[in-house]
């Protein structure tokens, strides 16, 4: 079957006007300086994840100069540890810095002197982002250690191909912000660090989108 240029302009300048009619990406805010505002307020800045030790995490403990005390151990699902020469520690609701006080007390008690404890928490399982929109994989994501949001976003595989790069909206606490990639890939602003229950909605382009279903409809058609 034969298509004329002139009845696929008419397709295209179809699809554009479909396009613009479903509005562009809604914009919260920008990226001032190195935190993310928004006109209610700058964005509440810290670390990823809870501070709180919960069932499974990964924590990591380091007696200084006793290698043997020092190891990786994962909290159980009643949320204790179990560490040589003391035993149970229960750690879930626990600080790090908390459960370190709580190991060295217990080490001063009965086998040295003023024992240096450090406590990292290597992965937080009680803590999850969530991704969603455009990208290749949508879901929720546990959180590791400190997270940035396009690390977020590369949990979730990355963009997909209709995603709007230059307008992402994070979610935090209920509010809205905007996240420029565009910018953080360019070096132009700091990438934000994530939280716990932070939601990243990553938008489609009505543009792109029009434009795939125009190839969508032209595809079975021959030109001559």
Known sequence: MKITWKFLLTLLAAAALTACSSGSAPT???LPGSTLAASSGSLPTGTSGSDRIAPQDLLEIDVFKVPDLSKEVRVDDNGNITLALIGTVRAKGLTASQLERQIASRLEKDYMHNP???VLVKEST???VTVSGS?????VYPLAGDTT???AIA???GLDRLAVKDNITLFRNGKPYTVRLDDISKGRIPDPMVMAGDKIQVHTSGVKEGMDNVRGFVAPFTFF
């Open 28 to 30: 919260y805010s920008e």
């Open 116 to 118: 240096q404890v450090n």
């Open 126 to 128: 009680g803590s999850t």
């Open 135 to 139: 990208v290749r994989k949508p879901g």
């Open 149 to 151: 949001v396009t690390q």
């Open 155 to 157: 949990l979730a595989e």
